[in-house]
């Protein structure tokens, strides 16, 4: 299973950015789709994440400002990230777990994506 994530870059505070992560391979189902970030010399945090039946858990830093969203259809997961700022700057990496077509269960990880916030 791949993930080819994509939609990150430069933008000035207060300012928006729409992450995209798409899965391809040997997917029979997929279970929780989530967005993780990882600051410079912080540790990798959960941003968002969205069940299988559309549940979604945000980070107490995002709340209000982050929406994730899938299209089951397409295997993929976005992140609109609004009112950006400086403290969300950190590479993002889109994270999905599921079943491959012949019942193992995969948990995969997408190559991340710098979204930087600056002036």
């Known amino acids: 299973v791949q993930l080819q994530a994509s939609g990150g870059g430069l933008v000035q505070p207060g300012g928006s950015l729409r992450l995209s992560c798409a899965a391809s391979?040997?997917?029979?189902?997929?279970?929780?789709m989530a967005w993780y970030r990882q600051a410079p010399t912080k540790q990798r945090e959960l941003a968002a994440a969205?069940?299988?039946?559309?549940?979604?858990d945000y980070a107490d830093s995002v709340k209000d400002r982050f929406i994730i969203s899938r299209d089951i259809a397409r295997n993929t997961v976005s992140l609109q990230m609004n009112s950006l700022k400086p403290e969300d700057t950190a590479t993002y990496y889109c994270?999905?777990?599921?079943?491959?077509?012949?019942?193992?269960?995969?948990?995969?990880w997408g190559q991340g994506t710098l979204v930087t916030v600056s002036s």
């Open positions: 391979g040997s997917i029979r189902s997929i279970g929780t």
């Open positions: 994270n999905v777990e599921g079943t491959r077509y012949y019942g193992s269960r995969f948990n995969a």
């Open positions: 969205i069940t299988d039946s559309g549940s979604t």
